[in-house]
């Protein structure tokens, strides 16, 4: 994506992955992306190219399994650690 473009999230006040990861109720590998779209092209205040959208796809898929592995992570972890003190 181009700085214009991460202007605008940032102007929205959208500056960390968890934010971006639930930016919209759309998740990776739903038949609908149009709730993603939506919001895309709503940060940037115009119709995205066919380009930016593939890009923000992209992004959007990468960020919500990072985000999404992390969390998994975070709740095994604290699960893990209540069984030993049982």
Do not use: W
Request: aromatic share 10%; hydrophobic share 40%.
């Amino acid at each position: 994506m181009t700085a214009a473009i991460y202007d605008k999230f940032k102007a929205q006040n959208i500056v960390s992955l968890s934010q971006l990861a639930f930016i919209s109720s759309y998740t990776p590998g739903g038949a609908d992306e149009a709730p993603i779209i939506a919001v895309f092209e709503k940060v940037i205040e115009r119709e995205a190219s066919v380009a930016e959208r593939a890009s923000f796809r992209r992004l959007f898929h990468e960020v919500y399994a990072a985000v999404t592995t992390e969390m998994r992570q975070t709740i095994e972890k604290a699960e893990e650690t209540s069984s030993r003190r049982s």
